[in-house]
Nanobody, 125 residues
């Protein structure tokens, strides 16, 4: 069973930056496509960004393009989400997810095999 652990969330003012990290427990991490999603209480979880297992294919939700950057380091079994120019509407619990032994990521949460516990991001106005 793969375990994913997110970190890096917190409270930041609008316009600020945060870098989220997601550490995987398995050395097979390099064969996982990874994604970031977020969820606000009372709303459905929504796609943020995804990256292929080589990092060669990246896809973002429209509302984060130009502000967020997803990356990965397969030597550290980790994926990152650099979030710049944060807005109050970015406030949510952010989750990383893995598609095991799948090359490409997806913007569909039902196509991911395992999830982290989430990390809270709060952006004050």
């Amino acid at each position: 069973q793969v375990q994913l652990v997110e970190s890096g969330g917190g409270l930041v003012q609008a316009g600020g930056s945060l870098r989220l990290s997601c550490a995987a427990s398995k050395r097979a991490f390099s064969t996982y496509a990874m994604g970031w999603f977020r969820q606000v209480p009372g709303k459905e979880r929504e796609f943020v960004a995804t990256i292929s297992w080589t990092g060669g294919y990246i896809y973002y939700a429209d509302f984060v393009k130009g502000r967020f950057t997803i990356s990965r380091d397969n030597t550290k079994y980790a994926v990152y989400l650099q979030m710049n120019s944060l807005k109050p509407e970015d406030t949510a619990v952010y989750y990383c997810a893995a598609r095991i032994n799948i090359t490409l990521g997806s913007d569909r949460e039902d196509e991911y095999d395992c999830w982290g516990q989430g990390t809270q991001v709060t952006v004050s106005s």
